[in-house]
Structure formats: C-alpha cells, structure tokens
C-alpha cells in the first residue's frame, strides 16, 4: 500500500523587495501554519479570510482552524467573508462591498486580509488591502496552481472594467505567501492542465533547463508529490527574481506576459468563458508567439515544434481552430490585440523567443505582419 501523503517540510522562496520583502511558502499541509505565521509577522493582529463559494467549502474550515491554532502566537480574531465565484467578481460593486465588510468588520492598519482563492480573489481581496484606510497588510493563500506559479506573488492587484480586464487596481506587495500545494489535489484537471500553461512558460521564457525537466516529468507534476512541488517552486524562484529586477513592469516583467498579447485576445473573444481558460488562451497564445518568432528567422522551426510539442503532449491547445465555439474573425482578433497593447503607429509589443529559454521584449513589430501572420494561421484553423 502507498504511505498517505503527509505534509512536507516547506521551501520557501524569498521575494527580495527590501523593507518589503516576503516569503512564498511552498509545501504539503502549508496552510495549516498560517495562523502562526501571521502571528509572528503581525502579533496582535485581526484576521479576515476573504473567499468565494466555490473554495469556501472546500478550504475555509481549515484555514480559519489554522488561524485559531496560531493564537498562541498572537493573532487575535478571525471573520470570514465569501464572494460569488468568477471574473465578474472582479467588478467595483464587489470591491465597493468588500471594503465595506472589511471596515465594518473593524480590520484596521495593523490586521491581515487573507486572500484565499484562485486569482479572481487574490486579485480582488489585494486591491481592497491595497486601499481599506489605505493599506492593510495581506496573505495570499493560492488555491490554484494558476494562482500559486503567478497571480499570487509579485504584487499585482486589480479589478476589471467594461473596456477590458485589470484595468483599475495598483502594485501592492502581499506579507506572506502559502502555496499549500495539497490544495490543488481537489482542482478539476482542466483546471490544473490551464495552470500549467503557466508553469511551461517559465521554461520557455528563461530557463531551458526547467523546460527539459518539464518535458521528462511532466507526469509527475500532474500526479502531485515532490515533482509538483518542484515546479511550483522553481516557477515561483523565476518569477521572484523578474519582480525583484522590476517590479512596476517597466522592463523585464514584461517577458511574464510571454503568449499574452494573443492569448488575452483569444480570452475576450470568447468571452472571458469556460470556452477558453485563461491558461488554455496563453497556452495558444505561447504556441502562436514561437510560431511567429520563427517566421521571423528569429529561431529554427525545430525548436518552435519542440515548443509547442510539449505544451500539446500535455494536453494543451495550440491551435485557434481547437477553441470550443470558434476561432475570432482576424478583425476581431486585431482589434483585441491593438486593444490589449496599445498600438504605437503601427507597432505593437509583443514578447518574442530566440530560442526555448530566451524569450526578448520587442517594441516594434509591425501590425501588418501580425496580421498576415494571423491570417494564415486562420486560413489553417478553419
Ligand atoms: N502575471 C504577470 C505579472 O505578474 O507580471
């Protein structure tokens, strides 16, 4: 019989930000120290878990018990609150509702919000820290492996507008971060094999290495265990070090958004829907920027094809035509991506590859060859 899987001893990945710097906490059986953590970090303090009714009943009980656990080391009180699942969530009326819950709960300057979710809620609970009595610490307690490799760590709060996703919210840094990586057990696979895409482009964007590791173990990652684990964290180490370099975005951050210009168009098209996953978009979108990047003579159409061979063998789509309900229009397509990035007489950002693991920001790639790139590539999804 296998031995049950128990809680491991935590690696844990430092956040160099200075007088702002934090741990992102990665192990099996995590969440249970976070009470304890957060009374070693803020003794005293005031607790509110913000959650939606897709995790609440799946993780809360246990994060609010690992709070009342860590008592002894100083924090104080708990209160919960859930919000409705989903990106419409990331709206101001929930904002508008859950500062107002926070401040009538009495949560102050000197508390902790707890984000406890996928990236809909850390998103969301952040911004509303970043400006309840402008500015309340917080925890993110990622619950997808979306939300554990990215959204999580580096600071970025939002929520949406009618003209496009993450348009209003601010850079605001959480205290702690706990990738309990047991929580993922419960995530449907469609779900974990989109958050994935994330953790493929790590590799792809700067590390060939972890990108080899990914293409013999990728296996393991889904099975869980210490190959999960290891992913996770070099995921996390990765994008540790690009927000320490930069983090507002005005340089390297950028190549984090490696198959984003065309994966966010893909994702509005369909609606922001279970059509089109956020991960399955960039997944498609990384498959379309090596593509291009090879048209462009800027690497072999080998090492393109061993790119989007293994975002394929795990299951990934790589094609416009394999999106459930269609592919968009190639006006439509353009008018997103202008959108997306704004165009700057006739040129646009695009994050580019030389080869697996040397990815580049390029200023000023010309919205024709995009566009005859792209129709192409839908000449051939259809
Ligand atoms: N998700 C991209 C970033 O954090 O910059």
New binding site residues.
Partial sequence: MTAPLRASDPIVVDVALGDRSYDIVIGRGQLASLGARIGRLRPGAKVAIVSDENVAPRHLDAAVAAVKNGAAQGSTSVSTIVLPPGESTKSFTHLSKLCDELIARRIERSDVVVALGGGVIGDLAGFAAAIVRRGVDYVQVPTSLLAQV??SV?G?TAIDSPQGKNLIGAFYQPILVIADTALLDTLPEREFRAGYAEVAKYGLLGDAAFFAWLEANWKDVFAGGPAREHAIATSCRAKAAIVARDER?TGD?ML??LGHTFGHALEAAAGYSDRLLHGEAIAIGMALAFEFSARRGLLAKAEADRAIGHIAAVGLPTRMGQIEGGAPTLDQAMELIAQDKKVSRGKLTFILARGIGNAFVAKDVDAQDVRAFLADKLKQAN
């Fill in positions: 990215d959204s580096g970025k975005e951050r984090l958004n």
